[in-house]
DNA sequence: TTGTATGCGTTATCAC
DNA sequence: GTGATAACGCATACAA
């Protein structure tokens, strides 16, 4: 853990000044012995650049920050990788905040990047304030926001379109018969949850059946939440034939409580979760789940702070990600088609 | 996103010098006339202090890194979620560094800390190579290794032991009258594959029982791979009453496998893993494992960083994480005592 | 081609 | 108490 090496310790070694060293190191035409000494001289010295000073001086530092609620949400999970390998390649290092979705949290992530430690932020806010808005609006360094953002705000922005995607689902369980069909989500004051309990609706209006507020229950975005919101729906109405889970944790949650009530999947109830996370599918039965795109929608935000910074003039650019179906056990049973 | 004012900035619309802005910045003894002028320029501007200029000065970067083969991994994962709380309330940010278990990555990580980017390092390496030592040893900054070290390296470390772990896991399965208890590995260049194959040997030769080289299988430390060992495993030796597994994801892959071909877990066939990951609990059955304290580890881990940050005199400290077996369905039933 | 000098934004050491 | 000034390590305009 010895003291490092600076292009002052190496120009003295090489008996050259500093701006011969710098130029040898970044490549800079040189002559050839000039060239030689400077890089023996780093080689023995074991020297390494200083990236804080070169950031000082280059105003870039080769660091995006990402910003999510919580990393063990398996969307958010799904997104970091995707993220990470992208910058790698890029030559970026990931500065990774949690903010337990608190707006202030974020916003003070917002806020931070004043401090320059970043050129660029990927945050992906579960609730909108006007005050959140506001910080993207002011922000110090380039943002991309993953999720639905109020039209005016100029930002560029990578969504989905979980109104489509759940009414997929819906579809799919109305062709196999199934009319009482029940609904669990998450909290209706967040971006998803506003955006999913709406959809619902709209899917059963499609659909031509009934909106009926029992067959409807609000509870947490995670497992354990989700099955006591689940429990609950069936004490209520203990007659429905199919569930919808406004994502797969809650869709999770609902296996387990079925199964203690004795109910068969998808025999008795056919169960349908969103967000595709990796656990669906190795959930036994196999749990039917909207994809949502989570890889892909972390791989365009990066793609897109990337191409932001290459060009910081451009008009922002909005992506969307299609949502998609995917059939498994828990509405078709073990052996599909 | 416009232009950032500097302390130079502000000390002109204050009309005082750029030393008396530091100095009431960092509360330091200034005039009251003088602290308000320097406060409501700064406000006024929405001035916020570079952090890049601070740590070349300060030579403190504010930034640990975090370094692990796979973020997806629900270990590491676990780690992250407790160092991540413990270095932001000690103000510091979290770089995350994936090396997809790369030794020549976890190196060129441990190198990097030349660059001065972050004020030291948590890493989790697989393979412990003599390459890889002496990078440790090298390191530009501190370094807290979790996982086992050769001896003579002096470097803060958080360890736990697996073997007298999975002698919990072996003896219990013999207490529930189990004595076919097979054994699914993952790769034995690895780390914990050499700890733990080694640590099943001792735990049978302890219980008496005989090493029977086709009671054992070796995969890798995932689902997927996990359930194919296990049915080769199973195919091979198909009158074995348990099975050890050398983490959850392989023992989940277990319970899959087990299901398709009829055998009942817990009567027929138990099963154990290790690491105690949160989806061995949600499993169905839940999986009986013994825990190694992730969580514990990394808080450990981002502690000791933290201590040695602040006394990079101190010897070089070990922790060790006391392994616990947490009993569960897998092996006793849905109804336990 | 090479060296000198300056600036990136802060902090800290001096005189005043 | 305050202001000029020198670092921190690097990149570069300019002069030689």
Redesign the interface.
């Known amino acids: 853990?010895?003291e490092?090496p600076t292009i002052t310790t190496i120009a003295a070694r090489a008996g050259v000044s500093i701006a011969s060293v710098s130029r040898v190191l970044n490549g800079l035409p040189t002559r050839q012995e000039t060239v030689h000494k400077v890089l023996s001289a780093a080689e023995e010295l074991?020297y390494?650049?200083?990236?804080?000073?070169r950031?000082?001086k280059s105003r870039r530092?080769n660091?995006i920050a990402f910003a999510m609620a919580d990393?063990?949400n398996p969307v958010y999970?799904a997104m970091?990788?995707e993220i990470?390998?992208v910058l790698?390649a890029a030559g970026y290092?990931?500065?990774?905040?949690?903010t337990d979705a608190d707006v202030g949290d974020e916003i003070g992530v917002l806020?931070?990047l004043?401090?320059?430690?970043v050129d660029g932020l990927i945050m992906i806010p579960l609730r909108v304030t006007e005050e959140l808005v506001k910080a993207i609006a002011a922000?110090?360094?380039?943002v991309v926001v993953i999720g639905s953002v109020p039209d005016g705000l100029r930002v560029d922005n990578v969504r989905t379109d979980s109104r489509t995607g759940l009414r997929l689902a819906l579809d799919h369980l109305h062709g196999l018969g199934r009319s009482r069909i029940g609904f669990v989500n998450g909290p209706l004051d967040t971006v998803p949850g506003a955006a999913r309990g709406a959809a619902y609706a709209d899917g059963l209006a499609a659909l031509g059946l009934p909106y009926q507020p029992e067959l409807v229950e609000t509870g947490d975005f995670y497992?354990a939440e989700g099955a006591e919101a689940v429990r609950r729906l069936l004490d209520r109405a203990p007659d429905i034939d199919a569930l919808m889970c406004a994502n797969d944790l809650i869709a999770?949650g609902a296996?387990?409580v079925l199964?203690r009530a004795g109910r068969r999947v998808p025999e008795d109830v056919a169960v349908a979760g969103m967000d595709d996370i990796d656990?669906a599918a190795?959930a036994?039965p196999a749990v039917t789940s909207v994809s949502l795109g989570s890889a892909e929608r972390g791989r365009a935000a990066a793609q897109l702070l990337l191409d932001r910074l290459h060009d910081a003039g451009r008009p922002p650019q909005v992506v969307t990600v299609r949502p998609r179906l995917v059939v498994r056990a828990s509405t078709v049973g073990e052996e599909p088609r």
Chains 1, 2 share one sequence.
């Open positions: 853990m010895g490092g074991g390494v650049p200083n990236s804080v000073a950031s000082l530092t660091q990393i063990a999970l970091v990788r990470q390998p790698k290092r990931l500065v990774l905040h949690s806020r931070s004043g401090e320059r430690y922000a110090r360094a380039p497992r999770l296996l387990h199964r656990l190795d036994w």
